[in-house]
């Protein structure tokens, strides 16, 4: 075994040294298995690039340790230069001097010396510790998984497909597309959401280099890129998805309902079900929790009426085991449950119902088809008031980020209502307008200019239930007047948070998740799409609230990410 190389970056970019590494330099020496150190004023420039290529092949050092400012910024330069001088980069570490800089004062560079010995040494250890795999080298594996059936999952899904590799597009629903497959139009050209995503979602579902592995989630994950095994479990459907024809016979015939997901509760499913007309795959699953058989011991319509036969009620969760060499995550959103909003009354008053729920009222294929009526008794709304940042810029009691498509949404949402309601009120209460996408602006001012929609500039205080209307307390605060709007109908912009599950999804992958959930990139100016993890990539909703726009963008980045890696190898 040779010597761990040692690289003192004192980092003097910005005209002053943070610690003296001629401390470090002096006490490194007495190891004997630390090869003499070598320090640049500033590693990542091109000249300390230089010096560090030079040190290394010059000497017979086989792990090193670079100290950095910013290892997110320079440690892929760093390991590119270790790989092309034939070091193994398993046995060497770019380590953040940070943490030890934090307690020492400024100019205290003798004792911010010590502090980074601390870690150096420590570092030194354990990269000695480290063992070479007696493995025999196994193949890069280029093929992909896309975890999420999303529009962002779909876009990096056929941009590789295209590409020519494998892809494992992975959903835990029984069909692709993800939330857009709720929304009726987007903005701000109001196209048809479905004439937008069907023709993708067939796309990916007939794609001869894209794999559907829907109703599945991900239940383990080993090794590293180009060699990394997923263990997935696939749900019981209690349909045979192989002898399916998806005629939906059995969904036509069976009597039990129950209040659906999909429709935001406001319309009824069967205990057999798809999502949606255009779902892909259009295979029904069944719903044990609701099911006659499974809950009473009887009823077996499906069974009896499905010409061939593929009602299986013994199905049993199975397990199958991939290999990928790259991982892309994009597991979108959910909205903040308007029921945990209490203090405002926003969970216990009827026809309150949060943005997807409008959605659904405005689709053609929603509960309603397509008419806006307010749920509790089917009536068309005439004063709808429209609130945002709910649960969204609320540090003291819920999520202190800015959802970011709200307001775009709200203003679609509001003119949706008077193109359908034409004698309709619409009020908007907001903090403050965020509309920085191309033609969004325009949209904005469209929507109060040619349809009327009255903006409110603050926050509402309380909501509260008054014969058939629902009373909106709130304040106009540039005009410093209280509103009180006895409205029919109030639609939330709730926060957008991480789906569910995707905190526990992040330890499995080993990658970084934020405090509330959202997956964290190795740097969110340089490396917006690496998880800081080689060979997992992340895109969309998953790492934090965006529109479609930028979603799709982040997609088509991540795909490519994925196929400089596979260029490399």
């Given at each position: 075994m040779g010597s761990v190389g040692v690289v003192l970056c004192p980092c003097d970019l910005e005209g002053e040294p943070l610690f003296d590494p001629d401390v470090l330099t002096e006490k490194l020496k007495g190891r004997k298995d630390v090869l003499p150190v070598v320090y640049r004023s500033a590693a990542c420039s091109e000249s300390g690039v230089e010096a560090?290529?030079?040190?290394?092949?010059?000497?017979?050092?086989?792990?090193?340790?670079?100290?950095?400012l910013?290892?997110?910024?320079?440690?892929?330069?760093?390991?590119?230069?270790?790989?092309?001088?034939g070091r193994n980069t398993a046995f060497s570490e770019v380590i953040d001097i940070r943490p030890a800089l934090a307690s020492v004062e400024k100019g205290g560079l003798k004792e911010a010396a010590e502090h980074v010995l601390d870690l150096v040494e420590k570092k030194i250890d354990e990269v000695r510790g480290r063992v070479p795999s007696l493995k025999e080298k196994i193949p890069f594996t280029k093929r992909v998984m896309v975890i999420g059936g999303?529009?962002?999952?779909?876009?990096?899904?056929?941009?590789?497909?295209?590409?020519?590799?494998?892809?494992?597009?992975?959903?835990?629903?029984?069909?692709?597309?993800?939330?857009?497959?709720?929304?009726?139009?987007?903005?701000p050209t109001l196209d048809c959401a479905q004439c937008t995503l069907t023709p993708k979602t067939v796309e990916t579902g007939q794609h001869p280099q894209i794999r559907l592995i829907t109703y599945s989630e991900i239940e383990s994950v080993s090794g590293e890129v180009g060699n990394i095994l997923v263990k997935i479990r696939r749900k019981a459907a209690y349909v045979d998805w192989e002898k399916c024809t998806g005629c939906g016979l059995c969904q036509e015939k069976?009597?039990?309902?129950?209040?659906?997901?999909?429709e935001r509760g406001m319309g009824l499913g069967k205990a057999i079900y798809t999502l949606s007309p255009q779902a892909v795959p259009n295979k029904p699953v069944i719903n044990r929790e609701v099911c006659r058989f499974f809950t009473k011991g009887k009823c077996r319509v499906c069974e009896k009426v499905c010409p061939v036969g593929a009602i299986d009620y013994e199905q049993e969760d199975t397990f199958i085991e991939e290999r990928v060499g790259a991982i892309i995550v994009a597991t979108g959103f959910?909205?903040?449950?308007?029921?945990?909003?209490?203090?405002?009354?926003?969970?216990?008053?009827?026809?309150?119902?949060?943005?997807?729920?409008?959605?659904?009222?405005?689709?053609?294929?929603?509960?309603?088809?397509?008419?806006?009526?307010?749920?509790?008794?089917?009536?068309?709304?005439?004063?709808?008031?429209?609130?945002?940042?709910?649960?969204?810029?609320?540090?003291?009691?819920y999520m202190p980020y800015c959802s970011r498509a709200c307001c775009m949404y709200t203003a679609k949402h509001a003119r949706l209502y008077k193109h359908k309601v034409h004698d309709g009120r619409a009020y908007i209460f907001y903090m403050d307008i965020r509309s920085m996408g191309k033609g969004y602006e325009e949209f904005?001012?469209?929507?109060?200019?040619?349809?009327?929609?009255?903006?409110?500039?603050?926050?509402?205080?309380?909501?509260?239930?008054d014969n058939d209307h629902v009373v909106v307390w709130g304040v106009d605060t540039l005009t410093g007047k209280k509103v009180e709007i006895a409205a029919d109908m109030v639609v939330l912009a709730t926060a957008m948070i991480p789906s569910r599950g995707v905190k526990e999804l992040a330890e499995k992958l080993g990658i970084k998740a934020d405090e509330?959930?959202?997956l964290t990139e190795a740097h969110w100016k340089l490396y917006p799409v690496e998880s800081g993890v080689e060979g997992i990539y992340l895109a969309g909703c998953a790492q934090g609230p965006k529109d479609i726009a930028d979603t799709v963008a982040q997609g088509n980045a991540a795909a490519s990410k994925v196929q400089a890696l596979f260029a490399q190898h």
């Open positions: 560090i290529r030079a040190f290394v092949e010059k000497s017979d050092v086989d792990r090193i340790v670079v100290t950095c910013r290892p997110e910024l320079f440690g892929p330069t760093c390991m590119r230069v270790l790989r092309q001088s999303g529009i962002t999952g779909i876009t990096a899904s056929i941009d590789l497909g295209n590409a020519g590799y494998e892809v494992l597009l992975v959903d835990r629903l029984p069909s692709i597309g993800g939330r857009m497959l709720q929304l009726s139009e987007t903005f069976c009597p039990s309902k129950v209040a659906s997901e999909f959910d909205l903040y449950p308007k029921e945990e909003i209490g203090e405002y009354g926003y969970g216990d008053v009827p026809d309150v119902i949060d943005g997807l729920a409008f959605e659904r009222l405005n689709s053609a294929s929603g509960p309603t088809a397509g008419e806006i009526r307010r749920p509790s008794d089917g009536h068309i709304p005439k004063e709808v008031v429209f609130i945002q940042c709910v649960a969204s810029r609320d540090p003291e009691r904005i001012q469209q929507g109060m200019e040619e349809e009327g929609i009255l903006y409110l500039r603050g926050r509402v205080s309380r909501l509260f239930r509330y959930g959202f």
